[in-house]
């Protein structure tokens, strides 16, 4: 079972920022392409960003510009970086382990945090 720990979401305001975490088991997060998910009220769960091994990043079209993924190997976290928040952005964001990089995530997720974009 690998296991993925989400952090880092909440409610904000139209306009403003909030980063994600997730903490992936060491042992193979290095080796892996990390993804962030998310599902918003009566859609899909949808691919938001992805980063590969290397650090290769795709995106979303509708968060090009707004949102950054990133990851730091020695702490075995990826981030989401989410700027200029809209209320559409309102989800349920997971953490996600594996797959093949801006086509679909892996078999792994994280427990999901909760977004809320509102004034």
């Known amino acids: 079972q690998v296991q993925l720990v989400e952090s880092g979401g909440g409610l904000v305001q139209p306009g403003g920022s909030m980063r994600l975490s997730c903490v992936a088991p060491e042992t193979i997060f290095s080796v892996s392409t990390m993804n962030w998910y998310r599902q918003r009220p009566g859609k899909q769960r949808e691919l938001v960003a992805g980063?590969?091994?290397?650090?290769?990043?795709r995106y979303t079209d509708s968060v090009k510009g707004r949102f950054t993924i990133s990851r730091d190997n020695a702490k075995n976290t990826v981030y989401l970086q989410m700027n200029s928040l809209k209320p559409e952005d309102t989800a349920v964001y997971y953490c996600?382990?594996?797959?093949?990089?801006?086509?679909?995530?892996?078999?792994?997720w994280g427990q999901g945090t909760q977004v809320t974009v509102s004034s």
């Open positions: 996600n382990l594996g797959g093949i990089l801006g086509v679909r995530g892996g078999p792994h």
């Open positions: 980063i590969s091994s290397g650090g290769i990043k």
